[in-house]
């Protein structure tokens, strides 16, 4: 049997126990998106696994599309969605809550990616706005400088050591101002394409 085949065979086999799987072809590459879903202690959700069918089984990218951690009453809630257009691939997060979940994070994130002649991944941008709590909760934040304008230099350093650090653990770049709040609508956006092909599935 030819590897290629057996490869894929084997990789699709493995998951069909887990998860539902997806074949596709981007640029004239095969990939595979693996679909999972788990329900643990107060978390319940789906997220997805973006592999190269061919040569490795480890993801080149994974994407929660749907979370829910919390009670009734409070829950922080993440919602996931991609959009595959000829070689490129977006991917969409949008954070919210519900309830007194002050703690949980409110924005949203868009990442691009290019799919190569040579099949490798290339990430062209990265971008988010999140405030990691609810405003106002955490006055000893530098969150809080997002809302009201810096007066002083300790103030500003407070501010870009907060958008750092979100920076760095989501590995994509701040958005400020208007330019934030578009970023929270196109997701926005992006969710309800999602929703409304799952209605039209149904």
């Known amino acids: 049997m030819n590897k290629k085949i057996f490869f894929s065979m084997t990789f699709l086999l493995s998951y069909a126990l887990f998860g539902a799987s997806k074949h596709l072809v981007i640029n004239k590459h095969e990939f595979v998106i693996v679909t999972e879903s788990y329900n643990i202690y107060d978390s319940k959700g789906t997220f997805m696994k973006f592999y190269d069918a061919n040569s490795s089984d480890e993801a080149l990218f994974r994407l929660?599309?749907?979370?829910?951690?919390?009670?009734c009453s409070e829950r922080s809630l993440e919602d996931g969605s991609y959009e595959i257009k000829g070689d490129m691939?977006?991917?969409?997060?949008?954070?919210?809550?519900?309830?007194?979940?002050?703690?949980?994070?409110?924005?949203?994130?868009?990442?691009k990616f290019?799919?190569?002649?040579?099949?490798?991944?290339?990430?062209?941008?990265s971008q988010i706005y999140?405030?990691?709590?609810?405003?106002?909760?955490?006055?000893?934040?530098g969150m809080q400088y997002l809302f009201h304008a810096p007066k002083r230099k300790e103030e500003q350093e407070k501010l870009m050591e907060y958008v750092k650090g979100i920076e760095k653990k989501y590995e994509a770049t701040f958005m400020f101002g208007e330019e934030g709040k578009m970023l929270i609508f196109t997701v926005k956006e992006a969710m309800r394409r999602k929703f409304k092909k799952t209605w039209k599935r149904i």
């Open 89 to 111: 691939i977006t991917l969409y997060t949008l954070w919210h809550r519900r309830g007194n979940a002050y703690l949980a994070p409110y924005g949203a994130k868009i990442q």
């Open 114 to 125: 290019k799919v190569g002649s040579n099949g490798k991944l290339k990430m062209i941008s």
């Open 64 to 71: 929660t599309l749907g979370d829910a951690t919390g009670n």
């Open 130 to 141: 999140l405030e990691e709590t609810k405003r106002n909760y955490d006055i000893e934040s």
